[in-house]
């Protein structure tokens, strides 16, 4: 797996544009996206040609892939292991980056967008969630070229670059891995948008393009729905057997007083609070958006509730009556053993989203 290099705050604003932004890399990859789309959205939906389609995908996108992004002396931030983040990223094997560069983003937004397609045409996922991940890049695509001209770039085949590993178990953590890569990728494009919004929003601006920002944010957020999914692709045996003890070892090591949860998700906390001002600033302004705007905020109303439930199978699929690595580790803080499932859990937390967002609806 290539190591997963993120901006240091979680930010595309911060990124530092310089020449060899690999725009043409964008462009060429943007022009698959679209294909894809076509191909899952459209008539073809037999599973043979579809599969074959990505092959012919993960092929074309190799040409893009390089395992070795450059950085200069001092980019790479080093880790402190009393922060929970950084406890978090080395586990699934991120890098904190300042001064980042357009072209050093991109580089890694491509590496593990070509992974992900590398590995799609053996997942047991369904063709409709790896759809939502496409129109997750093809809103992420349509960021990075705003105010570039999108031209058809052509780049030779190439050899695919076979980052997963053959045994199963290792397999199933480069997949768990690899899915969170993807996550946090998406999150921060997410994040921008809905920074965008906000900012229309606080200043009156054009009622079109807030919808489209909103349109791209809630796209790109069922997008990392997509990617847990993929994270999960393997059976409930190995997750109990491999994946759930290697994070629990991780966490016994770094003494966290929790298990691992989303709060030391550095990009979904950063994306959460974005979330948070969005929703109290869109329910306060609610009477005078337009109804293009709250069809917006409604379609990603829908997309958040989904996350939810979707996380809730995931959990009742994965550990069925058990506890939550975050259950265990509250019970073991409080000196005793909590009652609900990790399904359980996340149920009750998706009908605190849905008190969140009903004003949403109740216009």
């Not at 047991?124 to 705003?146: D, F, H, T, V």
């Not at 050899?159 to 397999?171: G, I, Y």
């Not at 990392?224 to 966490?251: H, I, L, Q, W």
């Not at 974005?274 to 869109?282: F, M, P």
């Amino acid at each position: 797996m290539n190591q997963c290099y993120l901006p240091n705050s979680s930010s595309i604003v911060e990124l530092q544009a310089v020449d060899g932004n690999q725009i043409e890399k964008v462009q060429y990859f943007h022009h698959k996206v679209r294909n894809h789309i076509e191909i899952l959205l459209g008539e073809t939906y037999v599973l043979p040609e579809v599969l074959q389609a990505f092959s012919h995908f993960s092929i074309a996108l190799a040409a893009l892939i390089n395992p070795k992004i450059e950085f200069e002396e001092g980019q790479v931030k080093e880790r402190d292991m009393n922060n929970k983040y950084d406890i978090y990223d080395k586990y699934f094997e991120v890098q904190r980056v300042q001064n980042m560069t357009y072209g050093q983003f991109i580089q890694q937004y491509l590496d593990t967008s070509a992974e992900l397609v590398n590995e799609f045409q053996y997942t047991s996922m369904s063709r409709g969630e790896i759809a939502y991940i496409l129109k997750g890049w093809e809103a992420a695509n349509l960021i990075l070229l705003s105010n570039q001209t999108i031209a058809a770039q052509h780049f030779p085949p190439s050899k695919v670059f076979e980052a997963a590993p053959k045994n199963n178990e290792e397999r199933a953590l480069y997949r768990w891995k690899l899915a969170h890569h993807g996550f946090a990728i998406f999150m921060i494009f997410s994040g921008h948008c809905f920074q965008k919004s906000l900012d229309l929003l606080e200043q009156g601006g054009n009622e079109e393009e807030l919808a489209d920002w909103l349109d791209k944010g809630a796209h790109l957020f069922r997008a990392t729905t997509a990617c847990m999914e993929f994270g999960n692709s393997f059976t409930a045996t190995v997750y109990r057997g491999v994946v759930r003890p290697d994070m629990s070892k991780a966490n016994e090591e770094a003494n966290l007083p929790n298990g691992f949860s989303g709060t030391q998700n550095f990009e979904y906390v950063q994306w959460r609070k974005l979330k948070v001002k969005l929703l109290k600033t869109v329910q306060a302004k609610q009477a005078t958006l337009s109804q293009l705007v709250m069809e917006k905020m409604e379609l990603f109303r829908t997309y958040y509730l989904e996350d939810m439930h979707i996380h809730s199978i995931i959990a009742g699929r994965m550990v069925g009556i058990e506890k939550s690595l975050l259950q265990e580790g509250m019970g073991q803080k409080k000196r005793k053993a909590l009652k609900i499932s990790a399904g359980d859990m996340l149920r009750m937390m998706a009908k605190m989203r849905e008190k969140e967002v009903d004003f949403i609806i109740g216009r």
